[in-house]
Protein backbone atom coordinates (compact mmCIF):
# COMPACT_ATOMS: atom_id res chain seq x y z
CA UNK A 1 0.00 0.00 0.00
CA UNK A 2 1.89 3.27 -1.05
CA UNK A 3 0.30 5.60 2.08
CA UNK A 4 1.89 8.98 0.38
CA UNK A 5 0.04 8.12 -2.71
CA UNK A 6 -3.74 7.48 -0.48
CA UNK A 7 -2.79 10.59 1.34
CA UNK A 8 -2.37 12.59 -1.88
CA UNK A 9 -5.68 11.46 -2.98
CA UNK A 10 -7.18 12.73 0.10
CA UNK A 11 -5.93 15.86 -0.55
CA UNK A 12 -7.06 15.78 -3.95
CA UNK A 13 -9.97 15.15 -2.63
CA UNK A 14 -10.05 18.03 -0.20
CA UNK A 15 -10.56 15.49 2.82
CA UNK A 16 -8.72 14.18 6.03
CA UNK A 17 -7.74 10.95 5.83
CA UNK A 18 -10.76 9.87 8.86
CA UNK A 19 -13.39 10.51 6.63
CA UNK A 20 -15.96 7.95 5.26
CA UNK A 21 -16.67 6.07 1.64
CA UNK A 22 -19.94 8.48 1.44
CA UNK A 23 -18.19 11.48 2.62
CA UNK A 24 -15.55 10.43 -0.35
CA UNK A 25 -18.54 10.37 -2.55
CA UNK A 26 -19.94 13.33 -2.10
CA UNK A 27 -16.48 15.26 -1.77
CA UNK A 28 -16.01 13.76 -5.57
CA UNK A 29 -19.38 14.85 -7.11
CA UNK A 30 -19.39 18.23 -5.48
CA UNK A 31 -15.45 18.60 -7.04
CA UNK A 32 -16.79 17.15 -10.31
CA UNK A 33 -19.44 19.61 -10.76
CA UNK A 34 -17.59 22.63 -9.78
CA UNK A 35 -14.57 21.55 -12.00
CA UNK A 36 -16.88 20.80 -14.93
CA UNK A 37 -19.91 23.56 -14.97
CA UNK A 38 -19.85 27.34 -14.48
CA UNK A 39 -20.78 28.68 -11.25
CA UNK A 40 -20.45 32.31 -9.30
CA UNK A 41 -17.40 30.77 -7.41
CA UNK A 42 -15.78 29.13 -10.59
CA UNK A 43 -16.59 31.92 -13.31
CA UNK A 44 -14.50 34.92 -12.05
CA UNK A 45 -11.52 32.63 -12.47
CA UNK A 46 -12.36 31.16 -15.93
CA UNK A 47 -9.34 32.87 -17.99
CA UNK A 48 -7.01 31.98 -14.60
CA UNK A 49 -5.86 28.30 -16.17
CA UNK A 50 -5.77 26.69 -19.48
CA UNK A 51 -7.71 24.32 -20.78
CA UNK A 52 -5.69 22.10 -20.34
CA UNK A 53 -4.53 22.41 -16.60
CA UNK A 54 -8.62 22.57 -16.21
CA UNK A 55 -8.32 19.12 -17.39
CA UNK A 56 -5.82 17.71 -15.88
CA UNK A 57 -7.40 19.25 -12.67
CA UNK A 58 -10.42 16.98 -13.31
CA UNK A 59 -8.60 13.70 -14.13
CA UNK A 60 -6.57 14.25 -11.05
CA UNK A 61 -10.04 14.53 -8.91
CA UNK A 62 -11.45 11.50 -11.30
CA UNK A 63 -8.17 9.38 -10.78
CA UNK A 64 -8.04 10.13 -7.05
CA UNK A 65 -11.59 8.72 -6.24
CA UNK A 66 -11.35 5.80 -8.43
CA UNK A 67 -7.87 4.65 -6.63
CA UNK A 68 -9.98 5.53 -3.27
CA UNK A 69 -13.13 3.10 -4.28
CA UNK A 70 -10.03 0.65 -4.76
CA UNK A 71 -8.49 1.61 -0.74
CA UNK A 72 -12.17 1.48 0.66
CA UNK A 73 -12.59 -1.76 -1.13
CA UNK A 74 -9.62 -3.12 0.31
CA UNK A 75 -10.86 -2.68 3.83
CA UNK A 76 -9.89 1.23 4.12
CA UNK A 77 -8.10 2.55 6.90
CA UNK A 78 -8.07 -0.50 8.60
CA UNK A 79 -5.39 -1.61 5.59
CA UNK A 80 -6.11 -5.68 5.78
CA UNK A 81 -5.52 -5.54 1.64
CA UNK A 82 -7.26 -8.96 1.09
CA UNK A 83 -8.58 -7.48 -2.27
CA UNK A 84 -6.57 -6.94 -5.77
CA UNK A 85 -5.77 -3.67 -5.66
CA UNK A 86 -6.78 -3.03 -9.17
CA UNK A 87 -10.90 -2.99 -9.53
CA UNK A 88 -11.89 -2.82 -12.97
CA UNK A 89 -14.37 -5.90 -11.53
CA UNK A 90 -16.04 -3.57 -9.76
CA UNK A 91 -16.82 -0.57 -12.17
CA UNK A 92 -17.86 -3.66 -14.95
CA UNK A 93 -20.05 -4.22 -12.69
CA UNK A 94 -21.68 -1.43 -12.16
CA UNK A 95 -21.66 -0.88 -16.29
CA UNK A 96 -23.10 -4.35 -16.51
CA UNK A 97 -26.26 -3.23 -14.19
CA UNK A 98 -28.93 -1.49 -16.11
CA UNK A 99 -31.87 -0.99 -13.52
CA UNK A 100 -31.12 -2.06 -9.92
CA UNK A 101 -32.68 -4.21 -7.84
CA UNK A 102 -31.85 -5.97 -4.24
CA UNK A 103 -30.12 -8.91 -5.71
CA UNK A 104 -27.61 -6.08 -7.76
CA UNK A 105 -27.14 -4.03 -4.18
CA UNK A 106 -26.11 -6.93 -2.75
CA UNK A 107 -23.26 -7.38 -5.69
CA UNK A 108 -22.14 -4.36 -5.44
CA UNK A 109 -21.59 -4.44 -1.86
CA UNK A 110 -20.40 -8.35 -1.70
CA UNK A 111 -17.61 -6.45 -4.25
CA UNK A 112 -17.04 -3.72 -2.42
CA UNK A 113 -16.30 -6.27 0.80
CA UNK A 114 -18.19 -4.19 2.81
CA UNK A 115 -20.52 -6.47 5.42
CA UNK A 116 -24.06 -5.68 6.45
CA UNK A 117 -23.25 -5.17 9.61
CA UNK A 118 -20.81 -2.15 8.28
CA UNK A 119 -23.66 -0.71 6.40
CA UNK A 120 -26.38 -0.88 9.55
CA UNK A 121 -23.76 0.84 11.97
CA UNK A 122 -22.85 3.58 9.28
CA UNK A 123 -26.35 4.41 8.14
CA UNK A 124 -27.85 3.59 11.12
CA UNK A 125 -31.01 1.40 9.13
CA UNK A 126 -31.42 -1.65 10.98
CA UNK A 127 -29.78 -4.79 9.55
CA UNK A 128 -33.17 -6.92 8.79
CA UNK A 129 -34.35 -3.98 6.53
CA UNK A 130 -31.31 -3.83 4.91
CA UNK A 131 -31.14 -7.58 4.34
CA UNK A 132 -34.95 -6.99 2.94
CA UNK A 133 -33.83 -4.54 0.31
CA UNK A 134 -31.36 -7.26 -0.91
CA UNK A 135 -33.83 -9.91 -0.55
CA UNK A 136 -36.65 -7.79 -2.31
CA UNK A 137 -39.03 -8.97 0.32
CA UNK A 138 -41.03 -6.16 -0.55
CA UNK A 139 -43.76 -7.39 2.22
CA UNK A 140 -41.67 -6.90 4.74
CA UNK A 141 -40.49 -3.96 3.85
CA UNK A 142 -42.15 -0.40 5.60
CA UNK A 143 -43.53 1.65 3.56
CA UNK A 144 -42.39 3.55 0.38
CA UNK A 145 -41.20 6.98 2.03
CA UNK A 146 -39.19 5.31 4.68
CA UNK A 147 -37.94 2.32 2.24
CA UNK A 148 -37.18 4.97 -0.10
CA UNK A 149 -34.70 6.65 2.47
CA UNK A 150 -33.28 3.79 3.37
CA UNK A 151 -32.32 2.47 -0.27
CA UNK A 152 -30.74 6.37 -0.42
CA UNK A 153 -28.67 5.67 2.29
CA UNK A 154 -28.08 2.08 1.42
CA UNK A 155 -26.82 3.48 -2.23
CA UNK A 156 -24.52 6.30 -0.36
CA UNK A 157 -22.93 3.65 1.27
CA UNK A 158 -22.21 1.94 -1.94
CA UNK A 159 -20.93 4.99 -3.78
CA UNK A 160 -23.90 4.66 -6.09
CA UNK A 161 -25.92 7.50 -7.09
CA UNK A 162 -28.70 7.27 -4.24
CA UNK A 163 -31.21 8.92 -6.70
CA UNK A 164 -30.68 6.46 -9.83
CA UNK A 165 -31.01 3.39 -7.28
CA UNK A 166 -33.44 4.91 -5.22
CA UNK A 167 -36.35 5.41 -8.36
CA UNK A 168 -35.07 2.00 -9.99
CA UNK A 169 -35.80 0.26 -6.86
CA UNK A 170 -39.03 2.21 -5.52
CA UNK A 171 -40.14 1.35 -9.35
CA UNK A 172 -39.98 -2.58 -8.34
CA UNK A 173 -40.99 -2.14 -5.29
CA UNK A 174 -44.34 0.00 -6.42
CA UNK A 175 -45.46 -2.56 -9.12
CA UNK A 176 -45.68 -5.19 -6.59
CA UNK A 177 -47.96 -2.78 -4.47
CA UNK A 178 -50.48 -2.06 -7.14
CA UNK A 179 -50.37 -6.00 -7.92
CA UNK A 180 -50.92 -6.20 -3.81
CA UNK A 181 -53.77 -3.91 -3.55
CA UNK A 182 -55.98 -6.21 -5.98
CA UNK A 183 -55.41 -8.78 -3.62
CA UNK A 184 -57.74 -8.93 -0.61
CA UNK A 185 -54.85 -9.83 2.14
CA UNK A 186 -52.71 -6.62 2.19
CA UNK A 187 -51.27 -6.86 5.52
CA UNK A 188 -52.30 -3.85 7.69
CA UNK A 189 -49.06 -3.25 9.50
CA UNK A 190 -48.26 -1.90 5.54
CA UNK A 191 -50.94 -0.04 5.55
CA UNK A 192 -51.50 3.74 8.04
CA UNK A 193 -54.81 4.16 6.80
CA UNK A 194 -56.86 0.67 7.63
CA UNK B 1 -4.86 37.62 35.83
CA UNK B 2 -1.54 37.20 35.92
CA UNK B 3 -1.38 34.39 33.05
CA UNK B 4 -3.18 36.98 30.95
CA UNK B 5 -0.40 39.69 31.23
CA UNK B 6 2.32 36.96 30.84
CA UNK B 7 0.98 35.42 27.71
CA UNK B 8 1.12 37.05 24.19
CA UNK B 9 -2.16 38.19 22.89
CA UNK B 10 -3.58 35.84 19.56
CA UNK B 11 -3.88 38.69 16.84
CA UNK B 12 -6.72 37.96 14.47
CA UNK B 13 -7.12 40.04 10.91
CA UNK B 14 -10.10 40.55 8.89
CA UNK B 15 -9.63 42.16 5.79
CA UNK B 16 -11.05 42.01 2.01
CA UNK B 17 -11.19 43.32 -1.59
CA UNK B 18 -14.53 44.31 -1.66
CA UNK B 19 -16.71 46.64 1.23
CA UNK B 20 -19.91 46.60 2.18
CA UNK B 21 -20.20 42.57 2.68
CA UNK B 22 -19.83 42.16 6.42
CA UNK B 23 -16.36 42.42 7.27
CA UNK B 24 -16.81 44.66 10.67
CA UNK B 25 -20.29 43.21 11.20
CA UNK B 26 -18.71 39.49 11.61
CA UNK B 27 -15.57 40.73 13.48
CA UNK B 28 -17.30 42.69 16.00
CA UNK B 29 -19.96 40.16 16.55
CA UNK B 30 -16.72 37.59 16.97
CA UNK B 31 -15.25 39.78 18.90
CA UNK B 32 -18.51 40.08 21.05
CA UNK B 33 -18.80 36.11 21.61
CA UNK B 34 -15.31 36.00 22.88
CA UNK B 35 -15.87 38.30 24.92
CA UNK B 36 -18.81 36.31 26.54
CA UNK B 37 -16.87 33.73 26.69
CA UNK B 38 -14.95 35.24 29.17
CA UNK B 39 -11.57 36.17 26.58
CA UNK B 40 -10.58 39.91 27.45
CA UNK B 41 -10.67 40.93 23.63
CA UNK B 42 -9.42 44.70 22.33
CA UNK B 43 -10.59 45.40 18.72
CA UNK B 44 -9.21 47.51 16.69
CA UNK B 45 -10.56 49.81 13.88
CA UNK B 46 -7.66 50.12 11.13
CA UNK B 47 -10.44 50.89 8.48
CA UNK B 48 -8.93 53.18 5.94
CA UNK B 49 -11.21 56.61 5.81
CA UNK B 50 -14.20 54.24 6.71
CA UNK B 51 -13.61 53.37 10.73
CA UNK B 52 -17.08 52.62 11.90
CA UNK B 53 -16.53 49.99 14.55
CA UNK B 54 -17.30 52.21 17.33
CA UNK B 55 -21.01 52.12 15.64
CA UNK B 56 -21.56 48.69 15.98
CA UNK B 57 -21.67 49.30 19.66
CA UNK B 58 -23.10 52.64 20.54
CA UNK B 59 -19.78 54.44 21.14
CA UNK B 60 -19.66 57.79 19.97
CA UNK B 61 -16.17 58.37 17.76
CA UNK B 62 -13.22 58.84 20.40
CA UNK B 63 -11.53 62.34 20.76
CA UNK B 64 -8.07 60.07 20.99
CA UNK B 65 -7.20 58.15 18.37
CA UNK B 66 -3.73 56.72 16.67
CA UNK B 67 -2.84 60.57 15.35
CA UNK B 68 -1.99 61.59 19.10
CA UNK B 69 -0.42 57.80 19.53
CA UNK B 70 2.01 59.00 16.69
CA UNK B 71 1.71 62.90 17.23
CA UNK B 72 2.00 62.78 20.85
CA UNK B 73 3.13 59.91 22.12
CA UNK B 74 0.29 58.88 23.98
CA UNK B 75 0.81 55.63 25.41
CA UNK B 76 -1.69 53.16 23.00
CA UNK B 77 -3.60 51.85 26.53
CA UNK B 78 -4.62 55.32 27.20
CA UNK B 79 -6.27 55.41 23.64
CA UNK B 80 -8.48 52.39 24.30
CA UNK B 81 -11.65 52.80 24.90
CA UNK B 82 -14.83 51.16 26.66
CA UNK B 83 -17.28 49.17 23.84
CA UNK B 84 -20.02 48.96 26.70
CA UNK B 85 -19.37 45.25 27.14
CA UNK B 86 -17.61 43.21 29.89
CA UNK B 87 -14.24 42.38 28.57
CA UNK B 88 -14.43 43.64 25.56
CA UNK B 89 -12.09 47.59 24.75
CA UNK B 90 -12.02 49.08 20.94
CA UNK B 91 -9.21 50.85 20.04
CA UNK B 92 -10.12 53.30 17.00
CA UNK B 93 -7.13 53.70 14.70
CA UNK B 94 -7.90 56.22 11.73
CA UNK B 95 -10.63 58.87 12.55
CA UNK B 96 -10.33 62.24 10.95
CA UNK B 97 -7.01 63.17 9.58
CA UNK B 98 -4.54 60.69 9.36
CA UNK B 99 -5.19 57.16 7.20
CA UNK B 100 -3.34 53.87 8.06
CA UNK B 101 -2.03 54.20 4.77
CA UNK B 102 0.38 57.30 5.48
CA UNK B 103 1.92 55.64 8.24
CA UNK B 104 5.33 55.07 7.42
CA UNK B 105 6.99 51.59 7.59
CA UNK B 106 9.05 52.72 11.17
CA UNK B 107 5.44 53.96 12.36
CA UNK B 108 3.78 50.57 11.46
CA UNK B 109 6.73 48.82 13.22
CA UNK B 110 5.86 50.87 16.36
CA UNK B 111 2.32 50.56 16.69
CA UNK B 112 2.24 46.91 15.86
CA UNK B 113 5.08 46.07 18.79
CA UNK B 114 2.69 48.11 21.00
CA UNK B 115 -0.52 46.34 20.13
CA UNK B 116 1.09 42.69 20.80
CA UNK B 117 1.76 44.20 24.00
CA UNK B 118 -2.17 45.25 24.98
CA UNK B 119 -3.34 42.79 27.93
CA UNK B 120 -5.76 40.74 26.09
CA UNK B 121 -6.79 37.03 25.04
CA UNK B 122 -7.67 38.17 21.62
CA UNK B 123 -6.94 41.35 19.49
CA UNK B 124 -8.85 41.61 16.58
CA UNK B 125 -8.37 44.11 13.60
CA UNK B 126 -10.57 44.76 10.97
CA UNK B 127 -8.42 46.22 8.29
CA UNK B 128 -11.74 47.25 6.13
CA UNK B 129 -11.24 46.82 2.22
CA UNK B 130 -8.77 47.45 0.06
CA UNK B 131 -5.60 45.77 -1.20
CA UNK B 132 -3.03 48.33 -0.06
CA UNK B 133 0.01 46.92 0.70
CA UNK B 134 0.09 48.47 4.34
CA UNK B 135 -2.98 46.89 5.26
CA UNK B 136 -1.85 43.67 3.67
CA UNK B 137 1.09 43.70 5.63
CA UNK B 138 -0.73 44.37 8.79
CA UNK B 139 -3.01 41.24 7.34
CA UNK B 140 0.04 38.69 7.34
CA UNK B 141 1.27 39.45 10.54
CA UNK B 142 -2.06 37.94 12.03
CA UNK B 143 -1.65 34.76 13.56
CA UNK B 144 -5.26 33.86 12.28
CA UNK B 145 -6.33 35.65 8.74
CA UNK B 146 -9.86 35.92 8.05
CA UNK B 147 -11.81 37.22 5.03
CA UNK B 148 -15.46 37.65 4.37
CA UNK B 149 -17.45 36.86 0.94
CA UNK B 150 -21.40 36.95 0.14
CA UNK B 151 -22.43 34.30 -2.48
CA UNK B 152 -22.60 36.97 -5.43
CA UNK B 153 -20.17 36.71 -7.73
CA UNK B 154 -18.10 40.21 -7.55
CA UNK B 155 -17.80 39.65 -3.81
CA UNK B 156 -15.73 36.44 -5.03
CA UNK B 157 -14.10 37.73 -8.01
CA UNK B 158 -12.76 40.70 -5.51
CA UNK B 159 -12.04 37.62 -2.91
CA UNK B 160 -10.09 35.87 -5.53
CA UNK B 161 -7.89 39.22 -6.32
CA UNK B 162 -7.98 39.85 -3.13
CA UNK B 163 -6.23 36.77 -1.74
CA UNK B 164 -3.77 36.72 -4.50
CA UNK B 165 -2.82 39.91 -3.40
CA UNK B 166 -1.83 38.64 0.29
CA UNK B 167 -0.12 35.55 -1.19
CA UNK B 168 2.31 37.39 -3.59
CA UNK B 169 2.86 39.80 -0.98
CA UNK B 170 3.77 36.67 1.18
CA UNK B 171 5.90 35.59 -1.21
CA UNK B 172 7.79 38.70 -1.48
CA UNK B 173 8.26 39.47 2.35
CA UNK B 174 9.30 35.61 2.97
CA UNK B 175 12.01 35.28 0.48
CA UNK B 176 13.04 39.08 1.91
CA UNK B 177 13.60 38.04 5.09
CA UNK B 178 16.04 35.70 3.28
CA UNK B 179 17.62 38.08 1.16
CA UNK B 180 15.82 38.10 -1.44
CA UNK B 181 13.62 40.98 -1.78
CA UNK B 182 13.13 41.42 -6.04
CA UNK B 183 13.44 37.87 -6.62
CA UNK B 184 9.42 37.24 -7.18
CA UNK B 185 8.51 41.10 -8.18
CA UNK B 186 11.55 40.64 -11.08
CA UNK B 187 10.11 37.38 -11.95
CA UNK B 188 6.76 38.40 -12.36
CA UNK B 189 8.11 41.71 -14.37
CA UNK B 190 9.59 39.35 -16.56
CA UNK B 191 6.74 36.55 -17.05
CA UNK B 192 6.35 36.54 -20.28
CA UNK B 193 10.13 35.25 -20.74
CA UNK B 194 9.67 32.53 -18.13
CA UNK B 195 6.16 31.86 -19.79
CA UNK B 196 4.14 32.32 -16.60
CA UNK B 197 0.43 33.32 -16.83
CA UNK B 198 -0.45 32.77 -13.04
CA UNK B 199 0.24 32.48 -9.64
CA UNK B 200 0.41 29.10 -9.71
CA UNK B 201 2.97 28.94 -12.35
CA UNK B 202 5.02 31.70 -10.40
CA UNK B 203 4.77 29.25 -7.45
CA UNK B 204 5.75 25.93 -9.71
CA UNK B 205 8.42 28.06 -11.14
CA UNK B 206 10.14 29.68 -7.43
CA UNK B 207 9.99 25.86 -6.70
CA UNK B 208 12.66 24.71 -9.20
CA UNK B 209 15.02 27.74 -8.31
CA UNK B 210 18.08 27.20 -6.26
CA UNK B 211 18.04 26.71 -2.67
CA UNK B 212 17.11 28.26 -0.34
CA UNK B 213 13.61 29.66 -2.74
CA UNK B 214 12.34 26.19 -2.86
CA UNK B 215 11.99 25.63 0.94
CA UNK B 216 10.90 29.30 1.65
CA UNK B 217 8.37 28.85 -0.76
CA UNK B 218 7.30 25.61 0.80
CA UNK B 219 7.20 27.05 3.98
CA UNK B 220 5.29 29.62 3.02
CA UNK B 221 2.71 27.34 1.35
CA UNK B 222 2.51 25.29 4.20
CA UNK B 223 1.97 28.32 7.34
CA UNK B 224 -0.52 29.80 4.45
CA UNK B 225 -4.13 29.67 6.24
CA UNK B 226 -6.94 32.03 5.45
CA UNK B 227 -10.28 31.34 6.94
CA UNK B 228 -13.77 32.13 5.22
CA UNK B 229 -16.18 33.11 6.25
CA UNK B 230 -19.32 33.09 3.87
CA UNK B 231 -21.98 36.11 4.97
CA UNK B 232 -25.81 36.95 3.62
CA UNK B 233 -26.36 33.23 3.07
CA UNK B 234 -29.89 33.33 1.68
CA UNK B 235 -30.70 29.83 0.86
CA UNK B 236 -29.05 26.18 1.61
CA UNK B 237 -27.65 25.58 -1.42
CA UNK B 238 -25.49 29.04 -1.21
CA UNK B 239 -23.47 27.23 1.88
CA UNK B 240 -21.62 25.25 -0.84
CA UNK B 241 -20.27 28.20 -2.20
CA UNK B 242 -17.60 28.63 0.76
CA UNK B 243 -16.36 25.07 0.02
CA UNK B 244 -16.01 25.88 -3.80
CA UNK B 245 -14.27 28.51 -2.90
CA UNK B 246 -12.01 26.84 -0.62
CA UNK B 247 -11.39 24.25 -3.27
CA UNK B 248 -10.63 26.78 -6.33
CA UNK B 249 -7.86 28.51 -4.09
CA UNK B 250 -6.50 25.28 -3.60
CA UNK B 251 -6.11 23.98 -6.95
CA UNK B 252 -6.03 27.08 -9.38
CA UNK B 253 -3.95 29.49 -7.21
CA UNK B 254 -1.87 26.85 -5.24
CA UNK B 255 -2.41 27.63 -1.52
CA UNK B 256 -4.51 26.33 1.23
CA UNK B 257 -8.07 28.15 2.73
CA UNK B 258 -10.14 27.08 5.38
CA UNK B 259 -13.78 27.30 5.24
CA UNK B 260 -14.51 28.14 8.67
CA UNK B 261 -18.04 28.88 8.46
CA UNK B 262 -21.51 30.85 7.42
CA UNK B 263 -24.10 33.25 8.79
CA UNK B 264 -27.12 33.37 7.15
CA UNK B 265 -28.76 36.87 6.41
CA UNK B 266 -30.73 38.50 8.67
CA UNK B 267 -33.27 41.56 8.20
CA UNK B 268 -32.87 42.81 11.39
CA UNK B 269 -29.08 43.22 11.21
CA UNK B 270 -28.97 46.26 9.34
CA UNK B 271 -31.87 47.23 11.87
CA UNK B 272 -29.40 47.03 14.58
CA UNK B 273 -26.66 49.09 13.33
CA UNK B 274 -28.76 52.13 12.58
CA UNK B 275 -30.41 51.55 16.46
CA UNK B 276 -26.28 51.34 17.14
CA UNK B 277 -27.42 48.42 19.02
CA UNK B 278 -24.75 45.17 19.57
CA UNK B 279 -26.98 42.54 17.48
CA UNK B 280 -25.79 39.75 19.49
CA UNK B 281 -27.20 41.35 22.90
CA UNK B 282 -30.48 42.11 20.93
CA UNK B 283 -31.04 39.06 19.61
CA UNK B 284 -29.38 36.20 21.54
CA UNK B 285 -31.24 33.51 20.21
CA UNK B 286 -30.90 33.99 16.56
CA UNK B 287 -30.03 31.73 14.33
CA UNK B 288 -27.33 33.96 13.43
CA UNK B 289 -25.96 34.39 16.94
CA UNK B 290 -25.35 30.69 16.56
CA UNK B 291 -24.01 30.62 13.60
CA UNK B 292 -21.57 33.42 14.42
CA UNK B 293 -20.77 31.19 17.60
CA UNK B 294 -19.95 28.06 14.91
CA UNK B 295 -17.68 30.32 13.05
CA UNK B 296 -16.12 31.85 16.46
CA UNK B 297 -15.52 28.56 18.09
CA UNK B 298 -13.78 27.44 14.22
CA UNK B 299 -11.77 30.21 14.27
CA UNK B 300 -10.23 29.49 17.75
CA UNK B 301 -9.65 25.95 17.16
CA UNK B 302 -8.31 26.65 13.71
CA UNK B 303 -10.80 24.28 12.32
CA UNK B 304 -13.05 23.77 9.02
CA UNK B 305 -16.82 24.23 8.68
CA UNK B 306 -17.23 20.09 9.12
CA UNK B 307 -21.10 20.29 7.74
CA UNK B 308 -20.16 22.01 4.29
CA UNK B 309 -20.03 19.09 2.57
CA UNK B 310 -23.22 17.29 4.07
CA UNK B 311 -25.02 20.62 3.41
CA UNK B 312 -24.29 20.49 -0.54
CA UNK B 313 -26.70 17.46 -1.21
Not at chain 2, 19 to 47: C, E, P, Q, R, T
Not at chain 2, 241 to 248: A, L, P, T
Not at chain 2, 267 to 272: G, N
Amino acid sequence: MNRDRYLRDFEILEFTPDAKLKDVRKAYLFLQDLYSSESIASLPVTDELSYRDKQSILDDIEAAYQHLLDFFAAGGTKGTGQLPPDRTDLRELVESISAYDGPSLRKVRECLGISIEDIAQETRVPRHHLRHIEAENFDELPPPVYTRGFVVNFAEVLLLDPQVVAKDFMSRYNDWRKAGTDKPRLRTKRSFRS
Amino acid sequence: MTRRNQRHAEIWAIGGGKGGIGKSFLISNVANYLALHDKKVVLIDADLGGANLHTFFGVNKPRTTLTEFFDEKIPIEALIIDSGIQNLELLVGAVGSLAMDSIKYTQKQKLLRHIRKLRADYILIDLGAGTHFNAIDTFLLANKMIVCVVPEIIAIENLYYYLKNVFYRKLITELASHGLRGLVPDIWKHRRTHRIQNLRQLIQHLGRLQDPVPDVVASALKNFAVYIVLNKVRRRPEIAVGSSVKSICAKYFGFHACYAGYIEHDDFVPICINKRQPYMQAYPASRCTQEIGEVAENLIHGRPFVRALHEVS
